[in-house]
T-cell receptor, first 111, second 114 residues
Framework: QKEVEQDPGPLSVPEGAIVSLNCTYS??????FMWYRQYSRKGPELLMY????GNKEDGRFTAQVDKSSKYISLFIRDSQPSDSATYLC???????????FGRGTSLIVHP | KAGVTQTPRYLIKTRGQQVTLSCSPI?????VSWYQQTPGQGLQFLFE???????NKGNFPGRFSGRQFSNSRSEMNVSTLELGDSALYLC?????????????FGDGTRLSIL
């Protein structure tokens, strides 16, 4: 079992839909959770950074962490074609000095 | 504030050659990490430097090496290039401790081996 599991997709949704992207993990010591967005031919761009459990909202994006289930989510409201990208989750802390990344989920938002 | 800058953006080499990639972190960031990204393996950690010292190392052969300068700029070197080294090489910086501070990435150097 990989330390971080993320469905590679692709996930295809119509414009305006609510998108849910998820990761599961096995290391219960992780404390810091991140979501990155990566466009083709670009580096990952930090979207959300959260500590421990709970929700964090930033514009159309909401990050949710459920440490009891070892499950994190990124919700995108009112999705736009410009949201089409690969979304990577990452987590660190608790003795894991370097972040561990998921493989990424490819999201396609079609007009 | 300028982001992480990587040069060159694209590079084509042949097997057996060596290559040096450069990374300038965000101003004030002292930790620099390098990753290899391929479609099959995703993001794989190469090494991390802090205050000119390698602080962490991933599971890559000794052909992959790096260094960090006093201004926090970093270089990585790959010797005796192999076809399998074709990948996007990403540099990421964080303030000090990437276990509790987020990393910020550059746009990478795309290395193609012929």
């Amino acid at each position: 079992q990989k330390e971080v599991e993320q469905d590679p997709g692709p996930l295809s949704v119509p414009e305006g839909a609510i998108v849910s992207l998820n990761c599961t993990y096995s290391n219960s010591a992780f404390q810091y959770f991140m979501w990155y967005r990566q466009y083709s031919r670009k580096g990952p761009e930090l979207l959300m950074y959260t500590y421990s459990s709970g929700n964090k909202e930033d514009g159309r994006f909401t990050a949710q962490v459920d440490k009891s289930s070892k499950y994190i989510s990124l919700f995108i409201r009112d999705s736009q074609p410009s949201d089409s990208a690969t979304y990577l989750c990452a987590m660190s802390g608790g003795g894991s000095y370097i972040p561990t990344f998921g493989r990424g989920t490819s999201l396609i938002v079609h007009p | 504030k300028a982001g992480v800058t990587q040069t060159p953006r694209y590079l084509i080499k042949t097997r057996g050659q060596q290559v040096t990639l450069s990374c300038s972190p965000i101003s004030g960031h002292r930790s620099v990490s390098w990753y290899q990204q391929t479609p099959g393996q995703g993001l794989q950690f190469l090494f991390e430097y802090f205050s000119e010292t390698q602080r962490n190392k991933g599971n890559f052969p000794g052909r992959f090496s790096g260094r960090q300068f006093s201004n926090s700029r970093s270089e990585m070197n790959v010797s005796t290039l192999e076809l399998g080294d074709s990948a996007l090489y990403l540099c990421a910086s964080s303030l000090e401790d990437s276990s509790n501070q987020p990393q910020h990435f550059g746009d990478g150097t795309r290395l193609s081996i012929l």
